[in-house]
């Protein structure tokens, strides 16, 4: 399996703000994905990081709000701009591996003020 | 549309068998997925089914009913680490993913 790392691990922001999340894979992939967690929930799709070209957004997700750059097969980001304490979270990657398995990093835990 | 079912929690007792049922209503429907997630943490992976049947990892097995929208994660011998979310998620075209809330698994000793 793909080695997955995050940073920032975790954040406390003020409202208004922005934060970019970075998710580094250890080995090229072709497909990357952001997916939300928000507290006692499960996982939501925001959007999937396309190499090369703009990123899919999922229903409910735009881009003036969670911008992402892919700029290679072994990066991407994730900017949760003019936050709100509704974006209170955690924020993960994923990475499609040999095969279809998906793996996910260890995740940005965001709490905005 | 998308729709992911599975039950919010169930308690075992160490040494015995749990099966996590999931059933799934997906558009365009690839693959099933199951994590295992601790609190605090990311979830992490277990198995990936495509085809119909039983595949066995260790202590882990997942099987899948394509025809009939059904998977189940089976979990034998149970350890107290073994306490955890286990997510079902359906994969489908773009191969995004679809999760179910969740099942809570306790084991009590």
């Known amino acids: 399996s793909a080695v997955i790392s995050q940073k920032p691990s975790r954040d406390i922001c003020q409202r208004g703000t922005s934060l970019t999340i970075q998710c580094q894979v250890d080995s090229q992939v072709t497909m990357m994905f952001w997916y939300r967690q928000q507290p006692g929930q499960s996982l939501t799709l925001i959007a999937t990081?396309?190499?090369?070209?703009?990123?899919?957004?999922e229903s409910g997700f735009v881009i003036d709000k969670f911008p992402i750059s892919r700029p290679n097969l072994t990066f991407s980001t994730l900017t949760v701009s003019n936050m709100s304490p509704e974006d209170s979270s955690i924020y993960l990657c994923s990475v499609e591996y040999l095969g279809g398995e998906q793996y996910f990093g260890p995740g940005t835990r965001l709490t905005v003020t | 549309g998308q729709n992911i079912d599975q039950p919010t929690e169930m308690t075992a007792t160490e040494g015995a068998i749990v099966q996590i049922n999931c059933t799934y209503q997906?558009?365009?429907?690839?693959?099933l997925f199951w994590y295992q997630q601790h609190a605090g943490e990311a979830p992490t992976f277990l198995s990936y089914?495509?085809?119909?049947g039983l595949e066995e990892k260790g202590r882990f097995s997942s099987f899948l009913s394509r025809s009939k929208g059904y998977s189940y994660l089976l979990l034998k011998e149970l350890q107290m680490k073994d306490s955890a979310s286990y997510l079902c998620a359906a994969g489908a075209a773009g191969n995004k993913l679809t999760f179910g809330g969740g099942t809570r698994v306790l084991v009590k000793p």
């Open positions: 990081a396309n190499q090369g070209s703009e990123a899919t957004y």
């Open positions: 997906t558009s365009g429907f690839n693959g």
């Open positions: 089914n495509v085809l119909d």
